[in-house]
């Protein structure tokens, strides 16, 4: 039998793990307004396939139901998640 040996891990691009600033597209409240636009978290929960990213403000599933415990689940590899970048700044959109 052929003998294998690795140099190192393969790679897990595109994961998220516990404690990184993120960005996730969803609805929220904005200065008294609700909008849909990407709103900064943290990740407190992740897994090979699952990310639960919670936030300081309110945000809302898309059928309108308020989280009451600021925390959102997106998959992995969803669009809607991304690493925080500070530099990043526009006019969300309103609902």
């Given at each position: 039998?052929?003998?294998?040996?690795?140099?190192?891990?393969?790679?897990?691009?595109?994961?998220?793990?516990v404690?990184e600033?993120?960005?996730?597209?969803?609805?929220h409240?904005?200065?008294?307004?609700?909008?849909?636009?990407?709103?900064?978290?943290?990740?407190?929960?992740?897994?090979?396939?699952?990310?639960?990213?919670?936030f300081?403000?309110n945000?809302?599933?898309?059928?309108?139901?308020m989280?009451?415990?600021?925390?959102?689940?997106?998959?992995?590899k969803?669009?809607?998640?991304r690493?925080?970048?500070?530099?990043?700044?526009?006019?969300?959109?309103?609902?």
């Amino acid at each position: 039998m052929a003998e294998l040996r690795f140099t190192s891990a393969p790679e897990k691009e595109g994961i998220f793990s516990v404690g990184e600033d993120v960005e996730v597209y969803c609805d929220h409240d904005l200065q008294g307004e609700r909008v849909r636009d990407w709103l900064r978290g943290v990740v407190v929960q992740a897994d090979s396939k699952m990310v639960a990213v919670q936030f300081m403000d309110n945000v809302y599933l898309t059928d309108g139901w308020m989280v009451p415990d600021h925390v959102l689940w997106c998959t992995q590899k969803s669009t809607g998640i991304r690493l925080y970048r500070s530099n990043r700044r526009r006019k969300p959109r309103t609902l």
